[in-house]
């Protein structure tokens, strides 16, 4: 059953309260914890400025199929306000902020904890592509936890939906983040299931080893790179990795889109299936990858942000 969004176009102060608090921040958005006036939950509360985004389609259709979402691993919606400058999206406050936090919190992290990692997000991938609906923004930062300080990492997918409220072809390339980016998009090929399965065996490449497959100084030179897909297993990170672990990472990264593993059949994979890769900690530079990693890929949104302001001027 589709739960019953208000109607897009009522105030959303007849609903919420906004505070002041920040839970982060992205290219197209800042979010902020908010009230639920009947209920008084805690949610949290997405601002899109609509000047950043395109939008084609008409925003009602959209909002029906988002209302209709519902997986223990996807954000759960519970409102859109429309209005002319900006989009409010409401979701579950997800406690655990994000997965990334937590990690370099712990300092150290198992393929096991990579396997639980990939269960869910793939679990939740299964059901949006069951939809029709495509992700398009996989990234690490997209990863959040219900929990704060959470040992079985419940988590679950953020920002999914959005290529239905912002039509971007431009949204990889323009977001700041292309590593994530699958070839078959950057040869305009189009956008099918098939670019969230890339998008996730580049994640799983992060989660084990705190490096990126493909990574270069400019733009030209990481797609140049990216249209090969060829596999390198960084060494010594990857050292320790075992079999199932690259093995699936290999039938994820695949150039071409129909050879590439679809959500069922990664959830099939012995990877994903035993969890039981031993609690083996990883490379002790993980973390520190890691780290250097994020601050990468926010100076990236940064710079592209700066570069779309400068020219609006
Ligand atoms: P963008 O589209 O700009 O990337 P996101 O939806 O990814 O925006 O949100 C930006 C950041 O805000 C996230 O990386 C996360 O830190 C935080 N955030 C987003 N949604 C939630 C939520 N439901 N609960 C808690 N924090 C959130
Ligand atoms: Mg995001």
Redesign the pocket.
């Known amino acids: 059953m589709a739960k019953k969004f208000p109607d897009p176009k009522e105030d959303i102060n007849k609903y919420y309260k906004i505070t002041n608090k920040i839970?982060?921040?992205?290219?197209?958005?800042?979010?902020k914890v908010g009230k639920d006036l009947k209920t008084d939950e805690e949610?949290?509360v997405?601002f899109?400025k609509k000047s950043l985004v395109e939008r084609e389609e008409t925003l009602a259709n959209e909002i029906d199929i988002l209302g209709s979402i519902n997986h223990p691993n996807v954000?759960g919606l519970r409102a859109i306000f429309d209005t002319e400058e900006i989009l409010y999206?409401v979701?579950?406050?997800?406690?655990g902020?994000?997965l990334y936090e937590e990690i370099v919190k712990r300092k150290s992290f198992s393929e096991r904890d990579a396997s639980v990692i990939m269960a869910q997000l793939i679990s939740a991938l299964a059901y949006l592509h069951e939809k029709g609906i495509v992700h398009r923004?996989l990234k690490l930062?997209?990863l959040?936890l219900v929990k704060e300080g959470d040992p079985d990492l419940q988590l679950?997918l953020?920002?999914f939906g959005?290529s239905k409220l912002y039509s971007g072809k431009s949204l990889q390339t323009a977001?700041g983040t292309p590593f994530y980016v699958a070839p078959d998009i950057l040869s305009g090929e189009g956008y099918g299931t098939e670019v969230d399965m890339w998008a996730a065996g580049v994640l799983l490449y992060v989660l084990l080893s705190g490096r990126l497959p493909f990574a270069a100084d400019s733009d030209t030179e990481l797609f140049k790179l990216i249209m090969v897909g060829d596999l390198v297993w960084k060494s010594p990170q990857f050292d320790t990795v075992s079999a199932e672990a690259k093995d699936l990472i290999s039938k994820l990264i695949v150039v071409d889109p129909t050879q590439r593993f679809t959500a069922k059949e990664a959830l099939k994979h012995p990877f994903i299936v035993t969890k039981a890769s031993g609690s083996r900690g990883l490379n002790t530079s993980f973390v520190d990858k890691l780290q250097e990693l994020k601050a990468m890929s926010n100076l990236k949104v940064a710079q592209t942000k700066e570069a779309k302001e400068k020219k609006k001027q």
Do not use: R, W
């Not at 979701?91 to 406690?95: A, P, Q, S, W």
């Open positions: 839970l982060g921040q992205g290219y197209f958005a800042v979010v949610v949290a997405k899109v954000v999206i979701m579950d406050l997800m406690k902020g994000e923004d930062e997209n959040l679950k953020a920002d959005l977001c």
